[in-house]
């Protein structure tokens, strides 16, 4: 079984420093992490995924998660945070097989101040 | 490649109507699945279909359904509504199964229960 926990509902941090949205995540067979970012009254949409293989992976508009087993986590980091980065973030954890959930965490709303 | 598309966007309903929602998934993807996103409740799975069958259902009563069709469109049916089911509505379409790898989420159908 998978579960996965977002620390802070809200985050807020100024343009131009780092974003850091953490995710925890429990799984019982080798996971498979995803971060979806969700703009006002849109869907969801994929900001990165770890499968296998490297565990710094790149993502869109500059994002980065790390993988670390040790740790169970799948932070989202971005070096400089821009406006457009406000939106509402859900990490996710699924078991990597057809017989597996997808699950998603509670989101973290993100805030930029000027 | 065209994104998953939702019908209707917006719908406005009174307590005690039912309502159908229209999603179709990216061409070639079997997967569909169907979420409910509140402010107060995150976003909750409904259901995932595959080849025309349920493979999943979330914690929801039985006045949700659903249905996929052999070209993989999908519809989501809600009878007698309440106004607690006022939420946005997403589908996610996937090529396998939801646990094997992402899914690609459509824009939301925005549910008004009066």
């Known amino acids: 079984a998978q579960s996965v926990t977002q620390l802070g509902s809200h985050v807020s941090v100024s343009e131009g420093a780092l974003v850091l949205l953490r995710c925890n995540y429990s799984?019982?067979?080798?996971?498979?992490l995803f971060w979806y970012v969700q703009y006002p009254n849109q869907g969801l949409q994929l900001l990165l995924k770890y499968t296998t293989g490297a565990t710094l992976v790149k993502g869109i508009n500059g994002f980065e998660a790390e993988f670390k087993k040790s740790e169970t986590s799948f932070h989202l980091t971005k070096p400089s945070a821009h406006m457009s980065d406000a939106a509402e973030y859900f990490c996710a954890v699924s078991g990597g097989s057809s017989a597996s959930k997808i699950i998603f965490g509670s989101g973290t709303r993100l805030s930029i101040r000027p | 490649k065209a994104g998953v598309t939702q019908t209707p966007r917006y719908l406005i309903k009174t307590r005690g109507q039912q309502v159908t929602l229209s999603c179709s998934p990216i061409s070639g993807h079997r997967s569909v699945s169907w979420y409910q996103q509140t402010p107060g409740q995150g976003l909750q799975f409904l259901f995932e279909y595959f080849s025309e069958t349920q493979r999943n259902k979330g914690n929801f009563p039985g006045r949700f359904s659903g249905r996929q069709f052999s070209n993989s469109r999908s519809e989501m049916n809600v009878s007698t509504l309440e106004l607690g089911d006022s939420a946005l509505y997403l589908c996610?379409?996937?090529?396998?199964?939801?646990?094997?790898?992402?899914?690609?989420f459509g824009p939301g159908t925005r549910l008004t229960v009066l």
């Open positions: 799984s019982s067979v080798p996971p498979y």
């Open positions: 996610a379409s996937s090529l396998a199964r939801q646990g094997a790898g992402e899914q690609f």
